[in-house]
């Protein structure tokens, strides 16, 4: 009986949610970071009023000045700076709204996702010759986010979203912060 009480309780909202970000990446831990654009598609099922289950993607990059890869010295950008990261992620969040108010909406949530990072940097081959290389990998890391949501109406949201990744190599991979607009199916 009471495991049946849990199971309905869960599907008293059946919502979809699909929301647009957009806003700055940035990353402590690359030398000189400087923030640049970020986007993000979430598709977002209300199990209940406070649990959602999400699925996400993520893509943004970020300059900075490479002093392990690269070979060379030679600025690829303003302000010494000589690299670009790009960041792409597929993650599963689970969220959990701690504030559900009739106009206002805050969640917290982590999961579990698939990053691809590129760096591209200078280097100067064996022969004299610089240009731009390119350092790829594809790893789990885990994401943890903040949604903050003012409700304009039953179905259109306008929020704020900001997160970070975590990845075991790095502590804190990157930070991204933005405004988010939402629309709910019911």
Known sequence: ?????????????????????????????????????????????????????????NAGKHNYYDNILSNTAIPLYENSINAEASYYTFSVLYIFNFINAKSFSAGAGTGVAIMTHIREYPYREANGSEGPRESTWTDLVFPVRLNLDYKLSKRIHLGMIGGLFIHPDYPVLGYHAGPRISYTVK
Request: hydrophobic fraction near 40%; charge should be negative; charged fraction near 15%.
């Open 1 to 57: 009986m009471g495991l049946f009480a849990i199971t309905a309780f869960a599907q008293n909202n059946k919502d979809l949610t699909v929301s647009f970000s957009i806003g700055k990446l940035t990353s402590p831990y690359y030398a000189n970071d400087e923030a640049r654009a970020f986007y993000g598609l979430d598709f977002s099922y209300h199990l209940n009023e406070r649990h959602i289950l999400s699925a996400n993607f």
